[in-house]
């Protein structure tokens, strides 16, 4: 055992010397150790290089002897334990955490009986637990976290160690089952095994009356409600216990009404990222002492219960990603301690509580996607340490307020996809820490103001989605920090400016704005932008300008006279000759005329056809421009002989008019007029997707003509299309409803994005219900995915897209059909989420989710509109590595769990999909970790 001294070398020999005074030295073994000499010199001493710093210290026999304890924790030793440690028969302490030691723990160590303290944490250790180590009865202390051990524990541990006080085993790679016996241990004050591998549930612990802290986070543990009660209602014995971890495990089932009978010193509650579901636990209340309570990330339902009003010592409470609902009660005036609040992803409604002004405290505050309305209360912004405000995937109306300059601590505010008007407030530039601003998605108008100028630490800036008008102030050029940027649609105007950020901008940053330009030719190619006019340096007089003018404007005026006339008669001609036009609705480009597709398609050969749906066919076609230049597109041909087909063409039309979603498929055209033979002849002119549709990638005919969809492409194409889902449902000005959602319907660009089609079926929800029709009784739909609401005559909703998304989402992560003859045979949604909750993912999942796809699609293309990148792996089939195909496991669960919430029988207890697609980007960000 080596080591590098972590004192200065002036003290290296003063620590000598005190540890000469601890020993007793029998043979005069030390006696040349003295300050009349260099410490480098003396026995059994080595130093470095430079002759001034101790490296190793080697005494072997000589007789050394009264060694009581040894303390080597918090330097840079290095090799493995010296097993000759197990001959210091009298060692109570034993302390070398904190180094760099590699290798097994050795089993000699066993042989120290009278060893009360044993700590090995925080270093390199591998291997198993030696049963040795079991045969120390003495210890009361025994630390060996954050090392990589391995193995199952010793079923008798609880017996081995009666006298011991704290175990600490976190942050290992340790397996199996927790041994029933630990409650054999009745000394025990804290009991640290998070962050293994165990698995099982966990024991009855009631014997432990001096138990202090519980910590089995970060394992696979998992339960019943009936396990529940028996492990809750044990531990009200375990009266001074004062906290709980049972975080990131796979408990499941409802919490029984005992948690209100635990400890009354209880202060952190956390059962945060469970299967855990029911109502929301009742009696918190009766602990009054809880500082943090976290139940976030799982199903719990119902009301958020007043009496949390009545702990007055809570300083975190989060309860986000769970399905609770109804207002968010008033009840934070007794909360003055409160730091920490996370409410988002839920289905909360009402309106922000004015009472969070009381919460002085407030550090963080995460309201995100959930129904909130009503306006952003101004008590937000007299909280003076609010440093993170979540308030996106809301319906916050109103402005927001003035008062938001005088968060001097805030660091990211998100305020995205609301309903939010007027400007916003030039004191926001007054936010000198702020780091983030998200207000895109909104209805915001007005200029964007200079005062964003000012905030010099700003990395990311979406104001997207909005009305914003004028001039890009030059100031933004200025933020050197500024790494992210989004100004697409808007209707900004001039020149676009060219330092910093502004110097990579790319396309998808200031499309929708179709006013702006650039200087340069070759960025304003990048950007597809105009070229800016040149600056006028004329010194022409000034009467003269004005006589020019007068005349431009004669001449304008005459122009638009002339151009009215023209287009009344061509309108007339087109009206009694039946030429093509474009629908009266659509604002797209110039139609297409009948001979043109039809020369496009190569006269519809067979070659040309994509698929075949409900109400015509999709060909591919190339166009030629004038100057040659080829553009491939999809043309959609009606079939005019079916009833409702000129209905499909007039609610795609109408539907999609103003539609801009860059997961919806795009509309380009159209053509309504005849065709060769005199007939009718009505068809839609889209983009085209190259790599067809899901349904082919999930179900190839050929199994070798595409590569498998890995994991990543799939969660990517499923937050693709939950996207899409989520804009038609809450961004439009009238919401959108699908009504065929199925792989069919998600076409796959070149870049593996997903992009949902064919809208036939689409229905505005109007706010005058009149104008809807009344039920889907005649509705069309495809087997499978049609929610059962549908089926009974209920009107269409966004919450049936919710079903049928649900369903698509199972589909995908299971590659099983919902018309497959297996659902036939009884297996069910409900026995799906048994199975999720039985551990038992694999037995439903697609099984090529868990093999290395990396290899399989080398040479595909892996980039995404969304950002994500594919992992790095390396490892070939025969060597697999687990921790990816655990990863992969816990993504794949999430992800069904999040299509059985999405497919629940009844309309009103399905998420939305606002909700829906926070969960899965949520998983995303996860696998990415």
């Not at 990603?321 to 934070?332: A, R």
Request: hydrophobic share 40%.
């Amino acid at each position: 055992m080596s080591k590098v001294g972590a004192l200065s070398s002036s003290t290296d020999g003063q620590v000598l010397l005190s540890f000469k005074s601890m020993v007793s030295d029998p043979h005069n073994a030390l006696s040349g150790w003295n300050l009349s000499s260099s410490h480098c010199s003396w026995s059994g001493v080595s130093c470095t290089k430079n002759g001034k710093r101790v490296f190793s210290l080697r005494l072997p026999s000589r007789g050394l002897a009264g060694l009581k304890v040894l303390d080597l924790s918090v330097n840079g030793i290095t090799g493995a334990i010296p097993s000759t440690f197990g001959n210091l028969s009298t060692l109570t302490n034993l302390s070398i955490a904190r180094n760099k030691l590699r290798g097994m723990i050795p089993i000699q160590l066993g042989q120290l009986q009278n060893l009360r303290t044993l700590q090995l944490s925080e270093n390199e250790l591998s291997g198993m637990i030696p049963f040795s180590i079991y045969n120390m009865s003495s210890l009361e202390f025994l630390s060996l976290t954050k090392n990589s051990l391995v193995g199952n524990l010793n079923t008798n541990i609880g017996v081995a160690f009666p006298n011991l006080k704290g175990l600490f085993l976190s942050h290992n790679k340790l397996e199996g089952p927790i041994p029933n016996s630990v409650s054999n241990a009745s000394q025990l004050q804290i009991l640290d095994l998070s962050s293994n591998m165990f698995s099982g549930v966990i024991p009855v612990l009631g014997n432990l009356n001096n138990i202090r802290t519980l910590h089995f986070g970060q394992n696979h543990l998992s339960s019943t409600t009936e396990q529940n009660y028996k492990v809750f209602g044990s531990l009200t014995n375990c009266t001074q216990l004062k906290n709980l971890y049972m975080n990131s495990n796979k408990l499941a089932g409802q919490l029984p009404s005992s948690v209100a009978n635990l400890s009354a010193s209880l202060q952190e509650f956390c059962v945060d990222d469970n299967l855990l579901n029911g109502d929301f636990p009742l009696g918190f209340e009766s602990l009054h002492n809880l500082t943090s309570l976290a139940i976030h990330q799982n199903f719990f339902t119902g009301q958020i219960p007043i009496a949390i009003g009545k702990l007055q010592q809570l300083q975190k409470f989060t309860i986000f990603e769970n399905m609770l609902s109804g207002e968010i009660p008033d009840i934070f005036g007794n909360l003055t301690r409160l730091y920490f609040l996370l409410m988002g992803n839920n289905q909360l409604t009402g309106r922000i509580p004015t009472s969070l002004a009381k919460c002085q405290q407030l550090t963080i505050l995460g309201l995100e996607g959930n129904r909130l309305d009503g306006t952003i209360t101004r008590q937000i912004f007299v909280l003076p340490s609010l440093n993170t405000l979540l308030l996106a995937r809301n319906s916050l109306s109103g402005s927001l307020p003035r008062e938001v300059g005088s968060l001097k601590q805030l660091e990211n505010i998100d305020v995205s996809d609301n309903q939010l008007s007027g400007n916003i407030p030039a004191e926001i530039g007054h936010c000198s820490s702020l780091q983030s601003l998200g207000m895109a998605r909104n209805k915001l108008t007005g200029l964007i103001p200079d005062t964003l100028g000012e905030l010099k630490a700003l990395t990311r800036l979406d104001l997207s989605s909005n009305n914003f008008s004028g001039l890009i102030p030059d100031d933004l050029e200025d933020l050197s920090a500024l790494q992210i940027l989004n100004l697409s649609f808007n209707t900004l105007e001039g020149q676009v400016p060219s330092k910093n950020i502004f110097a990579n901008l790319s396309w998808n940053s200031v499309q929708g704005n179709y006013k702006l330009c650039a200087t340069e030719q070759e960025i304003a190619g990048k950007l597809r932008v105009s070229t800016c006019p040149r600056e006028d340096k004329s010194t022409m007089p000034w009467v003269v300008k004005i006589v020019i003018l007068i005349s431009v404007f004669i001449v304008l005026v005459s122009a638009i006279v002339c151009s009215i006339w023209v287009w009344m008669m061509q309108k007339k001609k087109k009206s009694s000759h039946g030429v093509n036009g474009s629908h009266p609705h659509m604002v797209f480009q110039p139609s297409f005329s009948y001979s043109e597709i039809r020369a496009a398609t190569n006269g519809f050969v067979t070659e040309n056809l994509i698929g075949k749906g409900g109400f015509g066919s999709v060909y591919k076609a190339v166009f030629t421009s004038e100057n040659g230049l080829n553009t491939t597109l999809a043309v959609k041909v009606l079939d005019l002989k079916q009833s409702k087909a000129s209905k499909s063409f007039d609610v795609e039309c109408q539907a999609f008019r103003n539609v801009r979603h860059r997961n919806l498929i795009k509309i380009v055209s159209s053509c309504s007029g005849i065709d060769h033979t005199g007939a009718e002849f009505k068809a839609l002119i889209m983009e085209y997707m190259v790599n067809g549709n899901l349904d082919e990638w999930l179900y190839p005919n050929d199994i070798e003509s595409k590569p498998i969809l890995s994991l990543t492409q799939r969660l990517n194409i499923s937050i693709d299309v939950a996207s899409a889902l989520d804009y038609l449902h809450h961004d439009c000005d009238q919401p959108v409803v699908h009504c065929d959602l199925k792989p069919g319907n998600v076409l796959i660009d070149e870049n593996m994005v997903g992009n949902v089609g064919d809208y036939g079926l689409s229905k505005i929800l109007f706010q005058n219900s009149s104008q809807e029709e009344s039920s889907t009784m005649h509705l069309k739909g495809s087997i499978g995915y049609i929610p059962p609401e549908y089926g009974l005559g209920g009107k269409a909703s966004t919450s049936g897209d919710v079903y049928s998304f649900g369903i698509l989402l199972l589909e995908m992560f299971m590659a099983k059909k919902p018309t497959e003859d297996v659902f036939q045979e009884g297996l069910n949604l409900e026995k799906f989420a048994s199975a999720v909750h039985e551990n038992q993912v694999l037995s439903i999942a697609d099984p090529r989710l868990f093999i290395d796809t990396e290899c399989q699609t080398q040479g595909s293309v892996t980039s995404h509109s969304g950002g994500s990148d594919s992992s790095n792996r390396t490892f070939s089939h025969t060597d697999v590595n687990y921790n990816w195909l655990e990863n992969n496991e816990a993504a794949v669960e999430a992800a069904i769990r999040v299509g059985l919430s999405c497919s629940v029988y009844s309309a009103k207890d399905r998420i939305s999909m606002r909700e829906a697609l926070t969960k899965l980007m949520e998983i995303k960000k996860y696998l990415r970790n």
